[in-house]
T-cell receptor, first 116, second 116 residues
Framework: AQSVAQPEDQVNVAEGNPLTVKCTYS??????LFWYVQYPNRGLQFLLK??????LVKGSYGFEAEFNKSQTSFHLKKPSALVSDSALYFC??????????????FGKGNQVVVIP | DAGVIQSPRHEVTEMGQEVTLRCKPI?????LFWYRQTMMRGLELLIY????????DSGMPEDRFSAKMPNASFSTLKIQPSEPRDSAVYFC??????????????FGEGSRLTVL
């Protein structure tokens, strides 16, 4: 079974400082990995994904994530956080080895608070 | 594309009443998912469809919940009778088939249900 762990409930960071949101995953085969962001009273918005190739993936709003197969991690990063980055962030995984299964496993989400 | 469209955005009803939530997926997407989000339980997958056929409804909490997808452009989630513990935000999401992409989901803005 596929699963995702987001170990921290809340991440606090000062505006302008680097932001990291941690994610580790578990799949039986090779993963597709995703990050989503949810702003208050909105749906989840796709940020970025890892399919194959370069381990460093760049996405929307200046975010990037690094796939680390040996550590089964896919941490989300932003070099300089903005107050507007305050939101709920979800990591998700799909096992590409499970043919025809489009079901994603989501983490519990991390609340990011960027302090002015 | 207009994205995934959900209605109503907000619903307030009394215990025992029937509630119907509606979703129009992105045109051409083969998969449709219904999620429920609460503070206590986070994001839960209720049911998903592939080509209008329910594939996995193991997340549907009880028989009071039912979902249908009569055609490729419309799905409903019905709660009858509703109870206060059903209060949550219900999200619909759609995606392409696994073989046509990496399976990222596109979410609607959600339907916020309050059962008094």
């Amino acid at each position: 079974a596929q699963s995702v762990a987001q170990p921290e409930d809340q991440v606090n960071v000062a505006e302008g400082n680097p932001l990291t949101v941690k994610c580790t995953y578990s799949v039986s085969g090779n993963p597709y990995l995703f990050w989503y962001v949810q702003y208050p009273n909105r749906g989840l918005q796709f940020l970025l994904k890892y399919i194959t190739g370069d381990n460093l993936v760049k996405g929307s709003y200046g975010f990037e994530a690094e796939f680390n197969k040996s550590q089964t991690s896919f941490h989300l990063k932003k070099p300089s956080a903005l107050v507007s980055d305050s939101a709920l962030y979800f990591c998700a995984v799909r096992d590409r080895g499970v043919g025809g299964n489009n079901r994603l496993a989501f983490g519990k989400g991390n609340q990011v608070v960027v302090i002015p | 594309d207009a994205g995934v469209i959900q209605s109503p955005r907000h619903e307030v009803t009394e215990m025992g009443q029937e509630v119907t939530l509606r979703c129009k997926p992105i045109s051409g997407h083969d998969y449709l998912f219904w999620y429920r989000q609460t503070m206590m339980r986070g994001l839960e997958l209720l049911i998903y469809f592939n080509n209008n056929v329910p594939i996995d409804d193991s997340g549907m909490p009880e028989d009071r919940f039912s979902a249908k997808m009569p055609n490729a452009s419309f799905s409903t989630l019905k709660i009858q009778p509703s109870e206060p513990r059903d209060s949550a935000v219900y999200f619909c999401a759609s995606s392409l088939a696994a073989g046509q992409g990496s399976g990222e989901l596109f979410f609607g803005e959600g339907s916020r249900l309050t059962v008094l």
